[in-house]
């Protein structure tokens, strides 16, 4: 029996990306209030064999979230500003936004909580269950935070509004149901394999992954926060994986209860016209994945509002 295919995504700026089984779309609106959408090809090192592998997936996932994720922002950008919608960052520049991207999120999230303990809680205790919680509590702290103040970002909220059409497509989609506003209104916006919930994981896997080192010297330490993300990404992968798959299960939702109450952070109630979009993101990929089968590619398209 074939394994079931999960579709998921991200928001982008005044719209929706669909990661599907061989392809993505993006669908966005533009100042016309004309949805664009496009679709093109996974690269086939996210979608080969290491795909399959429990723990080193989760790198790949991580990976092509930043590629794929990268390329659907910027053209998303292009459309909701009324530019060349074809026009795509060169490899340099991606290469240099992603270095950019990965280096504040390892700086604010993993770098900076490990200095504030060694500066504030190891000077005053030798243990190291107490220096790694301190650190963890520190990393959580900062993430909620850094969650809250975006927030308040008029631009930022309205992301968070598509993120929330994003997983109402998703659970639409999931329950067979016809994609339309209507049915897509019948689903709340946290969804069990979102990536704010892979982050809250990637939160709690680094304080147990961390506690196994104990508190070796500081440049040893600040190296084991760098070379152990893609570990604790894998860890934290199937961990998000397996709830999805057994979201209905007592024990599963509460377990990821405090994952999913995180989203009420990251989701906005969103508007009709952004839940059309996501359904043009959803239709878009499915159809793309259906034509991939006969060696079609997909293709730019502007649908009227």
Request: aromatic share 8%; glycine share 6%.
């Amino acid at each position: 029996m074939a394994q079931q295919f999960f579709y998921g995504g991200q928001a982008v700026i005044e719209g929706v990306m669909i990661r599907g089984q061989r392809n993505y779309s993006v669908a966005a609106r533009d100042p016309d209030g004309q949805i664009c959408t496009i679709s093109n090809p996974i690269p086939s090192m996210y979608s080969g064999r290491l795909r399959r592998v429990p723990f080193v997936r989760g790198t790949l996932v991580l990976l092509e979230t930043l590629i794929v994720g990268m390329t659907a922002l910027t053209y998303s950008a292009r459309v909701a500003a009324g530019e060349e919608a074809q026009a795509y960052l060169g490899k340099f520049a991606m290469v240099g936004m992603i270095a950019v991207s990965l280096g504040i999120g390892i700086a604010l999230f993993f770098l900076a909580p490990l200095l504030i303990v060694e500066s504030a809680v190891d000077r005053f205790t030798d243990s190291s269950i107490i220096s790694n919680l301190s650190e963890g509590l520190i990393r959580l702290a900062i993430f909620m935070v850094y969650l809250k103040l975006i927030g308040l970002m008029p631009d930022i909220r309205r992301v968070f509004a598509y993120h929330a059409a994003e997983h109402m497509a998703v659970h639409a989609h999931e329950a067979k149901l016809a994609l339309n506003t209507e049915n897509v209104r019948k689903f709340q916006a946290a969804h069990p394999r979102c990536g704010t919930a892979f982050l809250l994981t990637v939160m709690f896997v680094s304080i147990l992954v961390f506690a196994l080192l104990g508190t070796p010297d500081l440049p040893l330490r600040i190296a084991s926060r760098i070379v152990l993300i893609p570990v604790i990404a894998g860890i934290s992968y199937e961990i998000i994986r397996f709830s999805g798959v057994h979201e209905h299960n007592p024990l599963v939702k509460l377990v990821v209860y405090p994952s999913m109450a995180l989203q009420a952070m990251t989701t906005r109630p969103p508007e009709d016209d952004m839940i059309e979009v996501a359904i043009a993101a959803m239709e878009t990929a499915i159809a793309s994945d259906e034509a991939s089968a006969l060696g079609q590619d997909g293709a730019p398209t502007t649908t009227p509002a």
